[in-house]
């Protein structure tokens, strides 16, 4: 597992990557969100955790942190949308709605 550091237009992240089995999970975050790889359950976030507001976006055939970046997000969470999240949008002009 790595974490470190990273800036997108001097803006601060943090960038995760846990190697595990036949598959790598990624995530890129800050205090307010964050944008992951196919693993994360956005249904589940929207129904289950409704309450919490979690503002999320996936992007399914990543493998690397620098491909989520440059992704388009398949499908994000109902909060996100406060943020002006979208399907479509790219990870990491995602990101920089909420930095």
Do not use: H
Not at 16 to 40: F, H, Q, W
Not at 51 to 72: E, F, H, M, Y
């Amino acid at each position: 597992m790595t974490v470190e550091p990273m800036f997108i237009e001097g803006k601060p992240f943090t960038a995760v990557t846990v190697k595990l089995p036949k598959t790598t999970l990624l995530v890129v975050s800050n205090d307010v969100g964050y944008i992951m790889c196919g693993a994360l359950d956005v249904d589940l976030l929207n129904e289950k955790l409704a309450d919490r507001n979690i503002i999320s976006g996936r992007a399914v055939g990543v493998k690397t942190i620098q491909q989520l970046l440059d992704a388009p997000l398949e499908k994000v969470t109902d909060a996100s949308a406060a943020y002006g999240w979208r399907a479509g949008l790219i990870g990491k002009e995602a990101l920089l709605l909420i930095s």
